[in-house]
């Protein structure tokens, strides 16, 4: 109970509620557990040092505050006597001197840290109310009781069943789920529907969300070149083993000390990933030892942070200030995790770094493989017998090659400037409009470049012509090595218009391009293949590039000359089946500003004779329907979905490599380091726990197997109440431990410590198992009350400590985002698997990356297809230096190091990101086409339709009345611009039926959008 509510007599001083927090603040950074910053040797965190006589003084003289210095230099008016000092720039508030004046007074007590004292499982406190089923709510009621509060009523089954979903799949109930729960009678409903969705296939990834930002998961390893790894098989491995409820001690052995187990399984191993998510470097400059130094570093912070709940990145560089955690601790944790087989320098072109394995995902399913390959024959039977828009299809390719040069004209470009990246003037421009590189320098190059003022046309492409060199390897157009001889790829190409010359390309301002046509191209190297910027493809017209050949972008709107006369291209060469050190650069070439129509296609010869022959064979039908169906653009997401099942097919049939822990041949030995310094060593240490918590199990063996162990023995103080800590936080936004990541003197007090060590006894004697604490919890009446507050609640308990009411947060950023997709019937249900990348601005990964000059992946932002675009958010890829922006708007982390609990804001951008975010508007758009199609026609049931996909309930009078003025003033609107209906419904890659009206289906997806971006919608209540 919070000491604030107790009156006179009844003032029950306890040190570690009333008295450590005060004095952890204010007091133990001078006089606490630090020697080093330690001033007048005395020490007030233990018992016999402030009760110590010292020079005829006593800091802490129990029952007697005149004896005591302390309190003394508390109340002085003396400024050089006052504590703490004013230079400290910290103060005791009237309230906390009074609680420590009652402290002395009462005895001075001294109490051990709870957190440090193993938990007992207390007797539930007994009430003559009714409201109790379960012992949680004993705690619970006990406090309120206390506290002079009651509990709320129980939420509606509206309510709850919208709250069960997102708390245990993290995504919300269909409307007829809510309806049907709604009106059953059994008076196990609830019950059963705990059951059910602890049961979902979609626990498991529900769960992995805070244990992904717990254990810092990314698809990238950080640092300044961010290049990608891959770690989907430990994500894989986490979803499968909260589904399969893995108990939690195991759960812990597993992700710490997999390898070491006996006989260890690949799925163990790949468990131990846990502590090889951290951040590596494969950077030039660095300093192996050091990185190696940072790497142990983070294990030891993260896995103390994660399982111990305590901030031992604080006894790095000297004794902890608060709490009893030495250097010597910090250091002999460090040794455990200092043993690796690991490289400083590792982990460059994708490659993951060692120590690595190759395994089957744990979520491996001959069923699924059967079912995805029948699944695959069927939509590629599908693709090959597609007609029905071939006829519209064979027009356009018509109209298209006989319009193929007309009107064309090449303008040279003047080049005003070369930049090459970390390389001298290994080029020069000639004539000044041929680029010449003398050397292969530098894989990517930026040329600034300027259209002739006397050009009055519209610009509507830009070409390249590559020219062969005397002087050049083999007399040809490159520098290409073996197999490639005087070759080159272009591997990526991009320009932008400015009205000032530019040495680099405007990312934001760049020119969209239809397309690439060439003179001539490689079979595997043809001309749009150096549009999508993936070092591993690209342009080549090797091995006819002994004579000048050209190369030409079309750009998706013409450009005016007159507004921006000045180009700059940037241009990425190497890669394909070679290494960007074979140099697959070009030596020479001019560039041309065209107006008119580009004279190139990328339709070969054979289907051109075809596409104009008058009569055609059987075999020429054939063929035709063949390209037809490979290349029309209305089959395009027929062609990702065949795409992204070949892709699943492969992950799941397939060995993958995934990052994993071991013990070198010859471990390397740990020592004590001077300020945390790499190169500072001092004593040596071998591996140990803190002294200040249990010692190891005799007989435990002296590795991560058995500090693994360790964490998770009976008399362990800290593992289990850590983990139901998080666990409550999932449930109820804020922990018992508000301070989740803290259990330490700077932490908060528990505010149900009784109901907090209940759980921890019950999780244990449980067998760790998960899921039947959820279960316990989520069951109970503490969590079924509704999340209204009373004016009487607001007043006593404004951030319902004392859970008089059900708790009420805005959804996650992932969850925000699946609940648009899954109503609007866009999300794959699909578990696991490799990271995805859905829509996001373009260019934001160029903008830090080394886009070009390193081999590294995950440099540019190459968007996905079909199916890819709708998975669920924990699935989205993730690169460290610039984490999925419409979820960081959202208060997601980062993850470049461990986070154990995200803040919750509201902002502008929020808004602007469910509005205007193509993956929000295309769900808008789809889940109009539900309420056109799925509801009655009356616009009333519509839109109570639409509402309750939404928020599990139906509207008021009032919000129907304005949502049907809204659907009023959007049909007006279109049906005056029906231009702007048609555009507005192109947003996204999902088809849309041709038989609703475009007015009608972008006032719908208006009013679609509205009701999604409801506060009630994003909130979890």
Known sequence: MPFSSLTGAEQKIEFNRDIRPILSETCFRCHGPDPESR??????????????????????????????????????????????????????????????????????????????????????????????????????????????????????????????????TGLPPASKEVQAFAEDKDPKAYEKLVDHLLASRHFGERMAVPWLDQARYADTNGYSIDGGRHMSLWRDWVIHSYNTNKSFDQFTIEQLAGDLLPNA????????????????????????????????????????????????????????????????????????????????????????????IDAVSALHSNQELTQLNKELTHLQDQLNKSTAGQKNWQQRMLKKLAARGKNLKLHPLKILKISVPNRGNQFEIKDGTLVDFETA????????????????????????????????????????????????????????????????????????????????????????????????????????????????????????????????????????????????????????????????????????????????????????????????????????????????????GKPQSSLVMNTADKPRETFMLVRGQYDQRTKKVTPGTPATLPPLLKGAPDNRLGFAQWLVQDNHPLTARVAVNRLWQNLFGIGIVASSGDFGSQGAWPSHPKLLDWLAVDFIESGWNTKALIRKIVLSNTYRQDSASTAEQAKIDPQNRLLARGPRFRLQAEFIRDSALKISHLLSPRIGGPSVLPYQPPSLWKEVSHYGSSPATAQVFIQDHGEHLYR?????????????????????????????????????????????????????????????????????????????????????????????????????????????????????????PENIDPVEHAAWTTVASLIMNLSETLTRE
């Open 265 to 356: 399984t690949p799925q163990q191993i790949v468990a131990s990933g846990f502590n090889r998510n951290h951040m590596i470097t494969h950077e030039g400059g660095t300093i192996p030892l050091e990185n190696l130094t940072n790497y142990a570093v983070d294990r030891v912070n993260t896995t103390s942070q994660v399982w111990l709940g305590l901030t031992m990145a604080c006894s790095q560089c000297h004794d902890h200030k608060f709490d009893p955690l030495t250097m010597v601790d910090y250091y002999r944790m460090f040794a455990y995790f200092n043993t690796l087989g690991d490289k400083g320098n590792d982990g460059n072109a994708g490659i993951n770094a060692i120590p690595s």
């Open 441 to 652: 320098g530098g894989s990517a190059h930026s040329i600034s470049a300027q259209i002739p003022k006397s050009l009055k046309k519209p610009v509507t492409g830009l070409r390249i012509e590559f020219l062969p060199d005397e002087k050049s390897p083999h007399k040809r157009s490159g520098f290409g090595k073996k197999g490639f001889e005087g070759g080159f790829i272009l591997t990526g190409f991009s320009v932008s218009a400015t009205t000032i010359p530019s040495a680099q390309t405007d990312l934001y301002g760049l020119i969209n391009i239809r397309e690439a046509t060439a003179s001539f191209s490689n079979p595997k190297y043809p001309a749009n293949d150096c549009l999508d910027e993936h070092n591993s493809n690209g342009w080549s017209p090797y091995p006819e590039d002994q004579q000048a050949q050209h190369l030409t972008f079309n750009f998706n709107q013409a450009l005016d000359a007159g507004k921006a006369p000045f180009l700059t291209t940037l241009m990425n060469w190497g890669g394909g089946e070679f290494k960007m050190s074979d140099r697959l650069i070009a030596r020479k070439y001019r560039m041309y500003a065209i107006t008119g129509q580009d004279d190139g296609t990328n339709i070969p010869q054979e289907i051109q004779d075809i596409l104009t022959s008058d009569k055609r064979s059987a075999e020429q039908n054939d063929k035709l329907l063949t390209y037809y169906t490979r290349h029309a653009p209305e089959l395009a997401n027929l062609r990702y979905r065949i795409g992204n099942l070949k892709d699943r097919i492969d992950y799941l």
């Open 39 to 168: 001033e007048a040797d005395l020490r007030l965190d233990l018992p016999e040092a402030a009760y110590a006589e010292v020079d005829d003084h006593i800091a802490i003289s129990p029952g007697d505050p005149k004896k005591s210095l302390a309190w003394q230099r508390i109340i002085t008016a003396d400024a050089e006597e006052l504590m703490p000092p004013p230079d400290s720039h910290l103060k005791l508030k009237p309230d906390e001197k009074k609680l420590i004046k009652l402290w002395i007074e009462q005895g001075a007590k001294y109490q051990d840290h709870w957190s440090f004292i193993a938990p007992e499982r207390p007797t539930p406190p007994q009430s003559k109310s009714t409201w109790p089923i379960n012992d949680i709510d004993r705690f619970v009621l006990k406090q309120l009781e206390d506290g002079k509060l009651s509990p709320s009523k129980e939420a509606t089954r509206r309510k709850l069943i919208r709250r069960l979903s997102f708390d245990l």
């Open 872 to 992: 669920r958010s924990l699935y989205t890829y993730w690169k460290r230096t610039v984490p999925p922006p419409s979820m960081l708007t959202f208060d997601a982390p980062n993850r470049e190091t461990c986070t154990v609990s995200r803040a919750i804001t509201n902002t502008p951008l929020q808004a602007l990101v469910l509005l205007n975010d193509p993956q929000f508007v295309e769900a808008s758009r789809t889940f109009a086409q539900r309420i056109l199609k799925e509801a009655p026609k009356n616009t009333a049931e519509r839109i109570r339709f639409a509402f309750e996909e939404c928020t599990a309930r139906p509207p008021t009078a009032s919000e129907t009345a304005i949502i049907m003025n809204t659907l009023k003033r959007e049909r007006a609107n279109y049906s005056a611009k029906p231009a702007s209906a048609s555009a507005f419904l192109e947003i996204g890659e999902s088809t849309h």
